[in-house]
């Protein structure tokens, strides 16, 4: 007996909306850091040159060669899946008013995995931290602590340059807009390319700020926020995500399934802190 038939174009319309939807509602850390969307093999280098010092030369002399730290670290790229089960009495379903969720399951699945891998690199990789879980700073990020970590990238010579972020906790998110500077239009810069996003995203102190349901230890006394410049952390992609559909005869069902291969790692240690805070914490009055 020959497998039920499922039109082409409901594959094709299926496999473009996928796309979509996963390219339009992107990971939030993905646009946000160094990114190499063509990784030809298992794994990708990102250079890290070091600074270079002016020198001095004697009258007549050869002017110094200086020679900067130059090395790369290495991302492995590792390969994902999805797969969801459409059953075949379920398609006239499927076609109307389910299909949209479907696309929407599945992207949203690809995405949160990215935004956790680079959470992941940056929690392993970062050196500093600011903040002590509030048994001796605050407990949230106030004034202070948002301007401490304006200084410490300062004092690393990371530049200024519209390239900085900060990835918060909704609590803490919540609590930043307790401070007038930042949640008055009066203060804060434009979102700038960032808002395609989908995310709400305020330009505060020369850093981007945005908010993560997904930072370790979200809703609890030792959670982590991380700050960083976009070039610090690299994100390599070998295989963009896609789908494939077959059909499972034991199932009476379409097999959908959404793959994709990539890794991240951290580039530069001075570009990036974490900031530690209670997220059980009482908002400030």
């Keep these: 007996m020959a497998a039920p038939y499922i039109d082409a174009s409901f594959k094709e319309k299926f496999n473009q909306d996928l796309h979509l939807e996963f390219t339009q509602r992107q990971s939030l850390f993905r646009g946000t850091v160094r990114t190499d969307g063509q990784v030809d093999g298992s794994q990708v280098h990102f250079e890290k040159l070091g600074t270079l010092i002016m020198q001095d030369k004697a009258r007549g002399g050869d002017v110094p060669v200086t020679n900067p730290a130059h090395n790369r670290v290495t991302a492995t790229m590792v390969n994902k899946y999805l797969r969801n089960q459409l059953d075949v009495l379920d398609l006239s379903k ?5 299909k949209a969720g479907k696309v929407q ?7 949160k995995y990215i935004d956790e891998l680079l959470i992941s690199k940056m929690d392993a990789g970062a050196t500093g931290s600011i903040g002590d879980y509030g048994s001796s700073d605050t407990k949230y990020i106030d004034e ?3 301007l401490e970590i304006g200084e410490y990238f300062d004092r690393r010579d990371v530049p200024r340059d ?11 998110w919540a609590a930043l807009m307790k401070i007038t500077s930042f949640s008055s239009s009066d203060y804060v810069g ?3 390319p960032f808002k395609k996003m989908g995310n709400n995203m305020r330009t505060w102190n020369d850093i981007h700020w945005f908010r993560s349901n997904y930072l370790t230890g979200v809703g609890t006394a030792t959670a982590k926020c991380f700050a960083y ?3 610090a952390v690299g994100f390599g992609i070998n295989k963009d995500y896609e789908s ?9 069902a379409w097999d959908c399934v959404g793959y994709l291969s990539c890794g991240a790692v951290v580039i530069d240690t001075d570009g990036i802190v974490e900031v530690r805070v209670d997220d059980t914490g009482a908002l400030p009055t």
């Design 229 to 231: 410049h976009s070039s």
């Design 244 to 252: 494939i559909w077959s059909y499972n005869g034991g199932a009476v």
């Design 105 to 111: 399951q599945m992207t949203f699945a690809a995405n």
């Design 94 to 98: 499927v076609s109307t008013n389910i």
């Design 162 to 172: 519209g390239n900085l972020f900060c990835a918060v906790t909704p609590r803490q």
């Design 190 to 192: 434009a979102d700038l």
């Design 144 to 146: 202070n602590m948002a």
